[in-house]
């Protein structure tokens, strides 16, 4: 499944390395990318870049992966925005927390580039399918 370039991704990610991990198997893989190093930077990247897809570490410099899935999830117009967190944090309690906030997926450091990938094509083949039928339902 090809992801089109005008899909955006947004990555969330303080440590400059997995950024660049995460944006080089993004780009090699033709899916469109913006990188964020901070909380701040992230959410006025959500308002001003209108990303189909948030990956979000938890840990960051100025606040929690959390609060930003909450700021997302409690916005009508974003709340629909596919939210994955990408993080260190692999107990099987913090991946049930993640999920019960609203995560739609939860990807463990260290990663591979066939599970970023395969992640966000997915969500973005089920926001297609969402928005598809929506569409449909309105012609009727």
Known sequence: MQTPKDELVLVI???????????????LNNINVIVANNG???LQ??????PQIILCD???P???GYDILKIVKDDNEKYKIPFIFLTAFA??????RGINEGADDYITKPFTSETIIKAIQSRLEIQRN????R???LAL
Do not use: C, F, Q, W
């Open 135 to 137: 569409i449909s339902d």
């Open 130 to 133: 969402i928005e598809s039928r």
């Open 58 to 60: 938890i840990m960051l």
């Open 40 to 42: 701040s930077l992230g």
């Open 13 to 27: 990610e303080d440590d400059p390395g997995i950024a660049h991990v995460l944006e080089t198997i993004l780009n």
């Open 91 to 96: 107990d099987p309690s913090d991946v049930r």
């Open 45 to 50: 990247y959500i308002k001003e870049k209108k």
């Open 62 to 64: 100025d606040m929690l």
